[in-house]
T-cell receptor
Framework: AQKVTQAQTEISVVEKEDVTLDCVYE???????LFWYKQPPSGELVFLIR??????QNEISGRYSWNFQKSTSSFNFTITASQVVDSAVYFC?????????????FGTGTRLTVIP | NAGVMQNPRHLVRRRGQEARLRCSPM?????VYWYRQLPEEGLKFMVY????????ESGMPKERFSAEFPKEGPSILRIQQVVRGDSAAYFC?????????????FGQGTRLTVV
């Protein structure tokens, strides 16, 4: 069975600080996909990244970076030099053998507040 | 190109009433998915539809809930005889196909409050 754990319910940082959001997952499949979504106060879900289980390279996109470690079943997300606009709820999700959007398992989310 | 459109954004219903939630997928998308987000929880899959067909309803409660995606018009999630426990945010997502490299786009959600 799949499971996604985001142990940090809420995090507050001061603007320009770096912050890491943790995500630990469980799956029995060898092929799976991991995602991060951002849910700003306006409510929509914004796709940030998708990573498959065979690609353990870390990824950087501007101020965002992701650290995928199969050995610890973690897919952590770091925001460098945080900004107020980063304030949102961030969801990590898992899909076994991604083939659409009918098998996304979401964590409970981490609410990030960036204080100016 | 408009994104996934859901309406209404907020819906208040009294216990026992019916709730109808609408989802218009992105242009060119023929696959629609409904997810529910209960308070303090992550999103959970409910149902997957293509035009005029329900493909996967494994996450749908067996009673009072139904979904459709007609040939013309938006997808509708219908909840009959709502109860307080139905209060949640309901999200719709759409994709072009159901293949490995498809991208799912989510709407802004409908927040249902049952009073």
């Amino acid at each position: 069975a799949q499971k996604v754990t985001q142990a940090q319910t809420e995090i507050s940082v001061v603007e320009k600080e770096d912050v890491t959001l943790d995500c630990v997952y469980e799956t029995r499949d060898t092929t799976y996909y991991l995602f991060w979504y951002k849910q700003p106060p306006s409510g929509e879900l914004v796709f940030l990244i998708r990573r498959n289980s065979f690609d353990e390279q870390n990824e950087i996109s501007g101020r965002y970076s992701w650290n995928f470690q199969k050995s610890t079943s973690s897919f952590n997300f770091t925001i460098t030099a945080s900004q107020v606009v980063d304030s949102a709820v961030y969801f990590c999700a898992l899909s076994e053998a991604w083939a659409g959007a009918n098998n996304l398992f979401f964590g409970t989310g981490t609410r990030l507040t960036v204080i100016p | 190109n408009a994104g996934v459109m859901q309406n209404p954004r907020h819906l208040v219903r009294r216990r026992g009433q019916e709730a109808r939630l609408r989802c218009s997928p992105m242009k060119g998308h023929s696959h629609v998915y409904w997810y529910r987000q209960l308070p303090e929880e992550g999103l959970k899959f409910m149902v997957y539809l293509q035009k005029e067909n329900i493909i996967d309803e494994s996450g749908m409660p067996k009673e009072r809930f139904s979904a459709e995606f007609p040939k013309e018009g938006p997808s509708i999630l219908r909840i009959q005889q709502v109860v307080r426990g139905d209060s949640a945010a309901y999200f719709c997502a759409s994709t072009t196909t159901n293949g490995e490299n498809t991208e799912a786009f989510f709407g802004q959600g409908t927040r249902l409050t049952v009073v």
